[in-house]
């Protein structure tokens, strides 16, 4: 089974370095039109083409896609981005 690329995850890994869209595109070798067309899923790019994203953002290629069991993600990206209003940290007492 060939990995499928995950928008979503493409997308909060790009979000999550802080890179725009173009810089990402830039450093993955592919034009700023492709990589938004990936974001939104309207492509999938080939698997080399997701070794070059995930490249381009410091992660592992399978961080970037679907899970081939059709399972949870055993590597979820993590940070604020992520998380639901209702898993939200409380704010410290004073």
Same mark, same amino acid.
């Given at each position: ?11 909060? *890994?790009?979000?999550? $370095?802080?890179?725009?869209?173009? /810089? @990402? #595109?830039?450093?993955? &070798? +592919? ?10 899923? *309207?492509?999938?790019? $080939?698997?080399?083409?997701?070794? /070059? @994203? #995930?490249?381009?953002? &410091? +992660? ?35």
């Amino acid at each position: 089974m060939t990995p499928r690329l995950d928008p979503d995850r493409l997308k909060a *890994a790009r979000l999550s $370095r802080f890179l725009p869209v173009e /810089h @990402a #595109a830039y450093l993955a &070798g +592919v034009s700023s039109a492709a990589w938004r067309a990936w974001e939104r899923g *309207a492509n999938s790019p $080939r698997i080399t083409s997701i070794r /070059h @994203a #995930a490249d381009s953002l &410091g +992660v592992d290629p399978m961080e970037l896609c679907f899970p081939l069991d059709g399972g949870v993600a055993t590597t979820p990206l993590q940070g604020p981005w992520t998380r639901r209003r209702s898993e939200t940290p409380a704010p410290a007492p004073a």
